[in-house]
Nanobody
């Protein structure tokens, strides 16, 4: 069964760091571009960062320089390292590959 499972969310003070993980089950991540999205209350889901199958990365302007996306094909896992967190980063974070979505992990940044 194809499945993505996120973990690593939580409550952190502004300026702090978190690392999100997204483990894939039922398929190898190697051939796929992968993405992190987030959805804040009352807002639409938005793309945060992407990593291609060859490792090329891209970021939303709002997180550039603070977030780092990476992947480990041996562990079939994608990561999002989030530093210098701001209250406006508060959202549910989702990972995505092709048509597969995770269940989301809550990130809350207090001021």
């Amino acid at each position: 069964q194809v499945q993505l499972v996120e973990s690593g969310g939580g409550l952190v003070q502004a300026g702090g760091s978190l690392r999100l993980s997204c483990v894939a089950f039922g398929f190898p991540i190697g051939p796929y571009d992968m993405h992190w999205f987030r959805q804040a209350p009352g807002k639409e889901r938005a793309l945060v960062a992407s990593i291609s199958d060859s490792g090329i990365t891209s970021y939303a302007n709002s997180v550039k320089g603070r977030f780092t996306i990476s992947r480990d094909e041996a562990k079939n896992t994608m990561y999002l390292q989030m530093n210098s967190l701001k209250p406006e980063d508060t959202a549910v974070y989702y990972c995505n590959a092709a048509t597969a979505w995770g269940q989301g992990t809550q990130v809350t940044v207090s001021s």
